[in-house]
């Protein structure tokens, strides 16, 4: 064998990978379906301002942070503690507050040890990370897998749960607002002015992380594009060739997951009490987004996003029948 081509899988099998995309977009389906050989150990999103402080050392101020070279400096070393498996117990502890904290810290406690004993993969699912993906890429040397969903199923998830935004967490880094996101400033001081509209909000949300998705793509093209219709409609297929360009072992267990998780027996909507639950079925939720919307409000999301969607889904459809 070609020695640079024996090095270059060696290198290939110890990157960590980030699943990234807007959220509700999928990213915890295809984390926990890349999860799920036993080759890497799963890393729930560290850029949530939730996060557990276990897992990632440093405060994230703001949802969606951007990190460049010229901002993470206070970044970079909880990153690296984060990737080595370097668990920070005391400050879990310090911030426990229910005995559900407790629990999920001996989650990530045991998925830390394990990764670290068994040598596995970082596999960080962080919806929240997407603005940051260069950073990543250059600091950290992830492969990075992005997830795209319709801008009207997107939406209409949104509206589903009622998850509106605050842009003033885009608004408020400099760098992200001057690097990634000018043309959009306006846009967003005007919805600050009314009340919340989930429509509006998710459909501008969509076209600023897609077009950012777009340009790194572009300058980055090892970057891994993942429509979620593709995964759901041939998800053995579409994680089967997943898999392979991670250089992970696609095994009949693994297949029996992804079976089990997008089984016809499942429901096709999830209960509002778990919507991070990976058991759906995945072709008939395909459809969900024709229920929920109205005609209006499928007018209305085509009209902001169209020209961008057309460039990941050159057939898209619009039709609600």
Request: charged content about 20%.
């Given at each position: 064998?070609n ?7 060696i ?8 699943v ?43 949802w ?6 010229q ?5 970079t070393k ?53 603005f940051?993906i ?23 998830s ?5 998850w ?41 949300l ?14 980055y093209?090892?970057?891994q594009?993942?429509r979620?219709?593709?995964l ?30 997008s089984s ?12 991070h ?45």
């Amino acid at each position: 064998m070609n020695p640079s081509l024996m090095n270059s899988k060696i290198h290939k099998h110890s990157q960590p990978i980030l699943v990234t995309g807007a959220h509700r977009t999928g990213t915890t389906w295809v984390g926990k379906m890349l999860n799920a050989s036993g080759e890497t150990a799963y890393i729930s999103e560290p850029f949530n301002l939730w996060h557990r402080r276990g897992v990632f050392g440093a405060k994230v101020q703001h949802w969606y942070t951007y990190l460049c070279e010229q901002n993470a400096a206070n970044y970079t070393k909880a990153f690296q503690e984060t990737l080595t498996f370097n668990y920070h117990l005391g400050l879990e502890l310090l911030s426990l507050r229910s005995i559900k904290d407790f629990l999920r810290m001996n989650r990530d406690g045991l998925i830390f040890l394990r990764g670290k004993l068994s040598r596995q993969r970082p596999l960080l699912k962080d919806p929240f990370a997407v603005f940051s993906i260069p950073w990543l890429i250059n600091q950290h040397n992830f492969q990075v897998v992005v997830t795209i969903r319709h801008p009207a199923a997107f939406v209409s998830s949104l509206k589903r749960l009622d998850w509106t935004f605050d842009f003033r967490h885009l608004l408020q880094q400099p760098l992200l607002m001057t690097d990634r996101l000018g043309a959009y400033k306006q846009q967003m001081i005007a919805l600050l002015q009314d009340p919340p509209n989930v429509i509006v909000q998710g459909s501008l949300l969509w076209q600023m992380v897609y077009d950012t998705v777009n340009a790194y793509h572009q300058e980055y093209p090892e970057i891994q594009l993942v429509r979620h219709e593709d995964l759901a409609f041939l998800p053995v297929e579409g994680y089967s060739q997943l898999y392979q360009s991670l250089g992970l072992q696609f095994s009949p267990a693994v297949e029996k997951t992804i079976k089990h998780s997008s089984s016809s027996e499942n429901p096709s909507e999830l209960n509002r009490k778990k919507v991070h639950s990976v058991r759906l079925d995945s072709r008939a939720s395909l459809e969900n987004w024709k229920r929920r919307l109205t005609a209006q409000e499928i007018n209305d999301i085509r009209k902001s996003t169209e020209e961008l969607a057309s460039y990941y889904y050159p057939e898209i459809t619009w039709d609600n029948q």
